[in-house]
């Protein structure tokens, strides 16, 4: 196999996505999409993440030092992608309706339609030139009952709730299906507006 240098990227390197929960100052719930998620170990497993660029969530996790961590599942695609590419400055972005609770442990949103949500709480920071590496401590993890059944594999059970993850700008499922470029999902979401 013949390899070349190229310019530096991920690209065929699949990451896994979350929307990152935080409250906003009027506590109401903000969601943003992000990939840029992996784990440490530090005594305690722990979740080093990065935000590059002014973004709301990044502002919120700053003042806060909080947040949720809810997997994506290929069946909240269309609002993940709707909430990865809406501006969080925007004041409609999150006039519609979700399903949200507060974490069991830390004060922040979770997504009850997320089989997976991790309540963090950063540690430490590291400002860069145009991001901030955040290394946070798991305060807690919600997992769907289903994904404790040890009577089926994790074969069965990962299949069950279809983790989505990306490379070159593209979402696949798990089983390796593109499902569209980023930005394109989002065109299914029909957000159901709040009323007063």
Known sequence: MSKRSIPPTNNFCPQTLFLYGTYKEDNTPNFGLFCWFSYYWDT?????????????????????RIF??????????????????????????????????????????????????FELEVAQSYPCEEGEVF??????VLME???????????????????????????????GQSLGKWGSPKETFEPV????
Not at 45 to 61: A, E, N
Not at 69 to 92: E, F, K, R, W
Not at 135 to 140: A, E, P, S, T
Not at 193 to 196: F, G, I, V
Request: hydrophobic share 35%.
């Open 145 to 175: 009952e289903c994904l404790l059944d040890t009577d089926k594999s994790v074969e069965e059970r990962i299949r069950q709730i279809a983790p989505i993850h990306t490379t070159c700008s593209t979402y696949f499922s798990w089983e």
């Open 135 to 140: 290394l946070c401590k798991v305060r807690n």
């Open 44 to 64: 305690e497993m722990g979740v080093m993440m990065c935000i590059g660029g002014d973004k709301l969530t990044r502002d919120r996790i700053r003042q806060t």
């Open 68 to 117: 949720s961590a809810n997997l994506v599942t290929q069946q909240m695609l269309p609002l993940a992608d709707y909430l990865g590419n809406t501006n969080g400055y925007d004041d409609a972005k999150m006039n519609f309706e979700l399903e949200t609770q507060k974490g069991s442990v830390l004060n922040v949103p979770t997504l009850a339609c997320s089989p997976v949500v």
């Open 193 to 196: 507006k709040k009323t007063l």
